[in-house]
Structures are given as structure tokens and as C-alpha cells.
């Protein structure tokens, strides 16, 4: 099983419409992120958690919101998808230290029409 | 904003060669981490330096790091066509957040 799950892998939507990512991990790290690719553009990182109960704004924060419903899941929502929000969206995780390697999700990509 | 800049952004061999990529960055850093990413897929970690550290090697990658001109390269050597893939770096600064750059780009040829 892979370490970091995100569901679904691929969704087309509509301008205005909820949309939920979802972010699950087996390896039991307290540090999740989500990020945002676009082309050209790199990652940028939009939240990270570090526990259930600490939530903080990456640098694209704007639009999305986020939930750490357990230590492993932790999900990302849209709550009126517009189309520039048509991207690629990683879910990463991160052991206790928070200064090695990031584990990547598959992606979820995201097309809002 | 992004701190690390990769350069080039598109770079195609033929197999067998030896690819070279380059990552400069603004501010000072507590490490750099070099990522790979088949096309559409998610990153994968490749190698860590700490910036204490000038030169790292893992199989057939090896990366320096010149923290005096905020610079850092990866070389593949002996490429093969699976090697083609995105390559990422990523800065890590006083804060635990990395920030990545735009990616080279790397085709081989077989």
C-alpha cells in the first residue's frame, strides 16, 4: 500500500461547486501538507499541519480551506471551485523533526470548468 | 515566492551521458533537497544536503552545494532513458517549510 493516498486521482467539476480532496498517510508522521503544481509554476504550498490541532496558511492559501480530521487524513476543499483553480494537488507528509524528506502523494488532478 | 530557480529548464542527452542541473536560491538555508518527478506522477525524494555539507553522492547521483553563491548542482552520470523525468529542488530556511523551484526538465534519448 502506498504510504500517502489522496482520492480521487481525478475530477472534473463546475465553477461554483464544493469540492473535497482527500488526504490519507500509513506512516504514522505528524507533518502534512498540500500543494498546488502548475505548470510552469512549480509547487507552491497552500497548508501544513503539524497535529490535529494546528493548522497553518502556505503561500496560496486563498480559496482553500482545510481539515486534520486525525493525525493520518487530513483533506482540502475548494468551497466555490473556480477555473483557475485547475491544477495538480499533492498531499505530502513529513516525520517528527520536520527537517528531512517529504513523502508524496499520487496527485489529485483538478479540472473546474 | 520561489527560492530556488533550476536551470535549465529543458535539457535533452543521449543516453549515456552525463546530466547536469542547477538550483540557485535567495536566502540562507538549512538544507536542500533534490526531487524527481515522472511526468503527471508525484515527487519522489532523491537526496538531502545539509548546508554544512559541501558534496553528496547516491549511486549514480551526486550533488554539491556552494552556500557562498547560493548554488547547488545535480549530476546524473551515465544517463538512461528512464532517467527522463522533472527534476525539482527545494530550499529549507529557518522555517520547516520547503519551498520548491520550477524544475529542469530532462529528456535521454536512447
Known amino acids: 500500500d502506498a504510504d500517502v493516498t489522496q482520492t480521487p486521482r481525478n475530477r472534473i467539476t463546475k465553477t461554483g461547486k464544493r469540492i473535497m480532496l482527500e488526504c490519507s498517510q500509513t506512516?504514522?508522521?505528524?507533518?502534512m501538507y498540500w500543494y498546488r503544481q502548475d505548470p510552469g509554476l512549480g509547487l507552491r504550498l497552500i497548508y501544513y499541519?503539524?497535529?490535529?490541532?494546528?493548522?497553518n496558511k502556505g503561500e496560496i492559501s486563498d480559496g482553500y480551506s482545510v481539515s486534520r480530521q486525525a493525525q493520518a487524513k487530513f483533506s482540502l476543499s475548494l468551497e466555490s471551485a473556480i477555473p483557475n483553480q485547475t491544477a495538480l494537488y499533492f498531499c505530502?507528509?513529513?516525520?517528527?523533526?520536520?527537517?528531512?524528506?517529504?513523502?508524496f502523494g499520487e496527485g489529485s488532478r483538478l479540472t473546474v470548468l | 515566492s520561489q527560492q530556488g530557480e533550476e536551470d535549465p529548464q529543458a535539457l535533452s542527452i543521449q543516453e549515456g551521458e552525463n546530466a547536469t542541473m542547477n538550483c540557485s536560491y535567495k536566502?540562507?538555508?538549512?538544507?536542500l533537497q533534490w526531487y524527481r518527478q515522472n511526468s503527471g506522477r508525484g515527487l519522489v525524494h532523491l537526496i538531502l544536503?545539509?548546508?554544512?555539507?559541501r558534496e553528496k553522492h547516491s549511486g549514480r547521483l551526486r550533488v554539491t552545494l556552494d552556500t557562498s553563491k547560493k548554488s547547488s548542482s545535480l549530476l546524473i552520470t551515465a544517463s538512461r532513458a528512464a532517467d527522463t523525468a522533472s527534476y525539482f529542488c527545494?530550499?529549507?530556511?529557518?522555517?520547516?517549510?520547503?519551498?520548491f523551484g520550477k524544475g529542469t526538465k530532462l529528456t535521454v534519448n536512447p
Open positions: 536566502t540562507s538555508i538549512n538544507n
Open positions: 505530502a507528509i513529513r516525520g517528527q523533526g520536520g527537517t528531512g524528506e517529504l513523502f
Open positions: 499541519s503539524f497535529d490535529v490541532k494546528d493548522i
Open positions: 544536503i545539509r548546508s554544512n555539507e
Open positions: 506512516k504514522g508522521h505528524d507533518r
Open positions: 527545494a530550499t529549507q530556511g529557518g522555517s520547516e517549510k520547503l519551498v
